[in-house]
Structures are given as structure tokens and as C-alpha cells.
């Protein structure tokens, strides 16, 4: 496409602030809110806090010795004691509380962090694009690499070579979001999306009642502070629905069907993701349950307890007849389990690995791995993140 689209600036400000979060303590960027806790970090053992740096930051501000426990800077400490401040701060419906009263809920909420509840769940909500994702303990919070990858995805579906019209008065667009979550996908898809699209139609679906509610409220809240076109009231929908049982869903047609499924099996969840993640987020959102076609990918092993529900959403997205089915994966191991399931399947003439970092545009690299006798391409630099097929 001509010109750059609009996302990707915001983009890689954000890969530069943590780009530059890898090269030492002090560098979490002033106006930049950290991401969630990775649902695949390596469990990593973190040094004990100096006395000299405790005594430090009580001297700055009695509160933040309380965020040095989970944030281990000073910079970063800070930081987030201003946005607990500023958010004790916005208008509410409610009377605002009396100085005194803050005071006891400010010391409340830094207990709450330092316990290692996610700054999202306090807060109340995530940036994600340029949307404002509201998040409720019991929904998964909204992560950068799922941001990255919807972007992208937005980007090729932009591209005028890509298979749907761009021409005519009302080009069409049906997209089904299975595990939605908190939305952010579909809301993301459409922000970017419907002024091409004008007959635009996305479904997010998810088995947790507590998940399409939010999803819906974020519907609600974004269109309200005009960070949704207000098509979207039309166009976007959230709906109760397990991908394990089929139902009328199944029987409508869907041009693309995308899903960021719980993909990690019960012994890396209790082995390599951070514990914010174990104690504060939903398992069911992280873990397959066990009941659900275990065993689909083959031989029964603890390694492949993590991907039940990508055979499931393949078959789905050829029942619907999708010419394109994106799924998120949580590495590169699991993206080359998946893709050969997809190359066995003959179903999709086009199978493709994305990493983290995927911007074609900005000449990423292209790596061919043989998957059987197939080549697929695998595509950008860092860990393995998305399976793409084409028909």
C-alpha cells in the first residue's frame, strides 16, 4: 500500500519502549503504562532489594517501597504510583473521595500491586491501538503481541491484492473471533477496517458469560468516547459459544476466523509463566481443559496438552468456509505442531508462521522451514506468535 498505515507508528513506539526496557533498570518511558506479564515467560528468580534502595524510595514517598516489590526500580516505582494517583483522581459518578479517604485507598491499591495483582486489573483497563480496553479480573488482559499481530493482519487485509473486494459501494467483510475475551481483537479489526469495509460484519464469540459481558461493555465504551466508529454498535457483535459445541454459528459463512485460544498445557502453566499470571488471571483462558479433545494433535503427551483447540478451530474455519484462519500460538515449538496439522489437512493451499515482530514493510526477515514435505515461510524476528492459512 501507498503511505503507512496509521497504526504502525504508534506501533513501533511501542516496540522502542520495550526494545530500550531490555538494556537495564531505568528505562520504563514516562508516559508508556508496562505491559502485562508475558503468558509465557520463563519463570525468572529476581534478586533481593537492596536496604539502601528501600530506604531510598521511602525518603521520595512512603508508598513506594510497597510498588518496588513487583516493579524492582525506583523508575519504574514511581511511575506506576503516579498512575495509581491519576486514577484515584478521574471523575467518577460516584462523590470523589475526601483526601483522607484516597489516602486509605491509595495505601489499599499499592497492597493490591505489591501482592502482584496486574496494574490492568486496578487500573481498569489496557490501551490496545488506539482503544482503551477496559479489563475485570476473571478476562484475560489484553497483550502487546496479540496488538502486533491484529495490526498486521488489518495491514494485509487493507493491501488491495488481498482476496476481497475493495471496489463497489458496500465491499463486505464477515470475521469470526473465537475466544474474544475482552474484544480487543474484533473492536481493534474494526477501528481499522470499516472505513474500507462499510458492510463490515464481526462476531466474538467465548464460552465465559463474565468475558462477553466485558466484551460488550468495551463495545459500548469505545463507541462512547469516540474511539469506535459508531458502525460498530451495528457491526460488531459478542456472543456465548463453546468451540467444542457446535451450533448455528457454525452453519453462517465467515470470510476470516481468528482466535487467540488457551494454548498452554497444565505443566508449563505451573512451570514457565510468571506467577502475576498463575494468581490473578483466568486458567480456563491460559490452560485447555482437559476434557476438550485431548489428545487431538497426535499422541496424548504432555507437550501437546496445550494445543486442543487448534484442530478444532481449523475444522471450523473450513466449515464456515474462511479463505483465511489466524491463530495465535504461544511459541515456536507449537507454531511448527500446529502448522504441520494444517499442511496434513490439505484444506489450506498456504500455511505461514508469524514472530513477534512481523512488519514486512520494514524488511523482515523470511525464514522457509519443511514441515514434511511442505516449505511454509516463517516470517519477522523473535519467538514464533501466529499460524496463518490461506486457501
Same mark, same amino acid.
Given at each position: 500500500m501507498a503511505g503507512e498505515p496509521p497504526h504502525l507508528p504508534r506501533f513501533r513506539r511501542i516496540l522502542a519502549a520495550l526494545g530500550a526496557c531490555l538494556g537495564g533498570p531505568n528505562c520504563t518511558p514516562t508516559n508508556a503504562r508496562p505491559p502485562p506479564d508475558s503468558t509465557t515467560t520463563a519463570v525468572v528468580y529476581m534478586p533481593r532489594l537492596s536496604p539502601r534502595l528501600i530506604s531510598q524510595a521511602r525518603t521520595i514517598d512512603s508508598f513506594l517501597p510497597l510498588l518496588l516489590r513487583v516493579c524492582r526500580d525506583l523508575s519504574s516505582a514511581r511511575n506506576e504510583l503516579r498512575w495509581l494517583r491519576e486514577y484515584l483522581s478521574r471523575p467518577r459518578a460516584s462523590a470523589r473521595p475526601r483526601t483522607l479517604d484516597r489516602k486509605k485507598t491509595l495505601h489499599r491499591l499499592c497492597i493490591e500491586r505489591s501482592r502482584g495483582k496486574p496494574l490492568q486489573y486496578i487500573l481498569g483497563d489496557q490501551p490496545f491501538g488506539d482503544l482503551d480496553i477496559l479489563c475485570r479480573s476473571g478476562v484475560l488482559i489484553p497483550r502487546p503481541d496479540t496488538e502486533a499481530w491484529a495490526s498486521h493482519l488489518a495491514t494485509l487485509i487493507l493491501n488491495p491484492s488481498f482476496p476481497f473486494p475493495h471496489g463497489g459501494d458496500q465491499p463486505y467483510l464477515r470475521i469470526l473471533d473465537l475466544c474474544t475475551g475482552t474484544g480487543c481483537i474484533a473492536l481493534l479489526l474494526h477501528s481499522l477496517l470499516h472505513r474500507t469495509?462499510?458492510?463490515?460484519?464481526? &462476531?466474538?464469540?467465548?464460552?465465559?458469560?463474565?468475558?462477553?459481558? &466485558?466484551?460488550?461493555? #468495551? &463495545?459500548?465504551?469505545?463507541?462512547? $468516547? $469516540? &474511539?469506535?466508529?459508531?458502525?460498530?454498535? =451495528?457491526?460488531?457483535?459478542? =456472543? *456465548?459459544? %463453546?468451540?467444542? #459445541?457446535?451450533? $448455528?454459528?457454525? *452453519?453462517? *459463512?465467515?470470510?476470516?476466523?481468528?482466535?487467540?485460544?488457551?494454548?498452554?498445557?497444565?505443566? %508449563?502453566?505451573?512451570?514457565?509463566?510468571?506467577? #502475576?499470571?498463575r494468581n490473578w488471571e483466568p486458567k480456563v483462558a491460559l490452560v485447555p481443559d482437559p476434557s476438550s479433545d485431548a489428545g487431538v494433535m497426535g499422541e496424548a503427551d504432555e507437550e501437546k496438552a496445550g494445543d486442543a483447540f487448534y484442530p478444532r478451530v481449523m475444522a471450523i474455519a473450513n466449515k464456515v468456509g474462511a479463505k483465511a484462519v489466524v491463530m495465535e500460538v504461544g511459541g515456536m515449538a507449537q507454531a511448527e505442531r500446529v502448522a504441520a496439522r494444517m499442511v496434513e489437512g490439505e484444506v489450506w493451499r498456504k500455511c505461514e508462521v508469524w514472530r513477534d515482530a512481523v512488519l514486512e514493510r520494514d524488511g523482515g526477515a523470511v525464514e522457509v522451514k519443511a514441515i514434511g514435505a511442505t516449505k511454509i515461510a516463517v516470517k519477522g524476528e523473535g519467538e514464533g506468535r501466529v499460524v496463518v492459512g490461506w486457501r
Open positions: 469495509y462499510p458492510s463490515l460484519q464481526i &462476531l466474538g464469540i467465548d464460552i465465559s458469560p463474565r468475558a462477553v459481558t &466485558l466484551a460488550r461493555c #468495551n &463495545l459500548h465504551h469505545n463507541t462512547a $468516547k $469516540k &474511539l469506535l466508529h459508531r458502525s460498530a454498535r =451495528e457491526q460488531v457483535r459478542f =456472543e *456465548e459459544g %463453546d468451540v467444542f #459445541n457446535c451450533g $448455528k454459528i457454525w *452453519e453462517r *459463512e465467515w470470510d476470516i476466523v481468528v482466535a487467540n485460544p488457551p494454548y498452554i498445557s497444565p505443566e %508449563d502453566f505451573n512451570r514457565t509463566t510468571a506467577r #502475576n499470571v
